[in-house]
């Protein structure tokens, strides 16, 4: 099973820019859908965007859409997140994610590995 590990998360200012990096390990990175999962307190976790083995097809939510960019590395066995326009409403964790569905139709109920989550906080 591959292992999961984020890191780029810190306080930005609306309408500034961060960068997420998720590092794998274990079994091949590039067998694996991945995604971008995020959690509000007091709400569910909710899916951000996802990205085909191969890197040729990104899906996103609307809420993103424009504005969040995902790629892939399979040679450093890296998962990225650009976000840019950055909302206070986009503060949350973020976690990384693998899966063997397909990832157009990425739920938390179809994925198999988590990373432990970086938290995103958006100022005023």
């Known amino acids: 099973q591959v292992q999961l590990v984020e890191s780029g998360g810190g306080l930005v200012q609306a309408g500034g820019s961060l960068r997420l990096s998720c590092a794998a390990s274990?079994?091949?990175?590039?067998?694996?859908?991945m995604g971008w999962f995020r959690q509000a307190p007091g709400k569910e976790r909710e899916y951000v965007a996802s990205?085909?083995?191969?890197?040729?097809?990104?899906y996103y939510a609307s809420p993103v859409r424009g504005r969040f960019t995902i790629s892939r590395d399979n040679a450093k066995d890296t998962l990225y997140l650009q976000m840019n326009s950055l909302k206070v409403e986009d503060t949350a964790v973020y976690y990384c994610?693998?899966?063997?569905?397909?990832?157009?139709?990425?739920?938390?109920?179809?994925?198999?590995?988590w990373g432990q989550g970086t938290q995103v906080t958006v100022s005023s």
């Open positions: 990205i085909t083995r191969s890197g040729g097809n990104r």
């Open positions: 994610s693998a899966s063997t569905a397909d990832p157009q139709w990425m739920t938390p109920s179809n994925v198999d590995t």
């Open positions: 274990g079994r091949t990175f590039s067998s694996y859908a």
